[in-house]
């Protein structure tokens, strides 16, 4: 696969942000299904699931709530799909893998270590909230390690690997790389790797330039050519640490999970509007934004019709 093809991954709605804290937040199944699909024509390769109950809007993880809105973007799109097993911080492994055990999707991603999640600096930010759960659960994080450790790792591979799923390896800190390295070494998952290095969120690593260098650096020195290499960033950092990957032969995932924002003060109106602009900063290098089928060939995915739903 030529070397300009970048893979746009859009996450639609995740467990970190609330409703209070943006009207364009996806939360019921349709609302997630319409933004998901409305990313995909946009340009995104891979779309990346949560679920949340439509009443409130706090995280989902029963393999239910994922159906409808699953069934709808399977039937209007060949984008790939992508399932959470990061769920929500406060939710155990059990819980977190059990949808993409139940649905099989092509993608699944897999948070690599455990780490302080520290949420509650959005407090500052935000002072008014329309559910009960939503103040709780950011002031909460104060307190919060989300577990993610090397027996969950092999519980999530050990149930999943018999899918078919290939994973979306998040890593938040250079010491999950070396924790992939691991894994790798023992045969547990396989090349290519996709690699999702996390920056800007409290308790990972920052989202300064050198932040992002070092861990490419550190990569290409454990993976070599066995990985493909993408970016998140969480808030403001989210298009800067974009066109660096970009421009770097990496991938990017934007969203509103990891930014409910389009620029300085001004909010996403939607996924779609996010892919939009990252798809300009990648045409803009000279380099293209790859197709579903391209970035199954990249990542050698299963393909759409050997998922579960």
């Known amino acids: 696969m030529a070397s300009n093809k970048v893979i746009i991954s859009c996450a639609i709605t995740g467990s970190i942000h609330t409703p209070s804290m943006s009207p364009h937040l996806p939360v019921t199944a349709e609302e997630i299904a319409t933004s998901a699909l409305g990313a995909a024509e946009a340009g995104a390769a891979i779309v990346h699931l949560h679920a949340r109950n439509p009443v409130d809007g706090r995280p989902d993880q029963t393999p239910e709530a994922f159906e409808p809105c699953l069934r709808v973007i399977k039937q209007s799109s060949d984008v790939v799909v992508n399932l959470t097993t990061g769920g929500s911080p406060y939710m155990s492994v059990e819980e977190r893998v059990r949808p993409a055990a139940q649905w099989k999707p092509e993608v ?18 935000y002072k008014e909230f329309k559910h009960d759960w939503e103040q709780p659960m950011l002031e909460a994080s104060h307190d919060l390690v989300f577990r993610n450790s090397f027996k969950d790792i092999r519980y999530a591979l050990d149930t999943l690997n018999p ?3 290939r994973y979306e390896f998040e890593c938040y800190d250079t010491s999950h ?8 070494s023992e045969g547990l998952v396989q090349a290519p790797l996709f690699i999702q290095t996390c920056f800007g969120l409290l308790g990972g690593i920052g989202a300064h330039p050198d932040d992002v260098m070092h861990m490419k650096r550190t990569a290409d020195r454990l993976f070599g050519d066995n990985y493909r290499w993408s970016v998140l960033a969480a808030g403001q950092a989210q298009m800067k640490v974009a066109a660096m990957a970009a421009s770097m032969g990496g991938h990017v995932r934007v969203g509103l999970e990891d930014s409910l924002w389009l620029g300085r003060g001004e909010l996403a109106p939607s996924n779609a509007a996010q892919v939009m602009r990252v798809r300009q900063i990648i045409e803009g290098l000279g380099l293209e934004v790859a197709t579903p089928q391209e970035a199954r060939e990249i990542l050698a995915l299963k393909g759409g019709d050997a998922v579960g739903f």
């Open 177 to 184: 790389l070396y924790n992939l390295h691991y894994f790798w």
């Open 163 to 165: 899918t078919g799923a």
């Open 108 to 125: 699944a991603s897999l948070n690599m270590g455990s780490m302080n999640f520290g949420l509650f600096p959005m407090l500052k930010r």
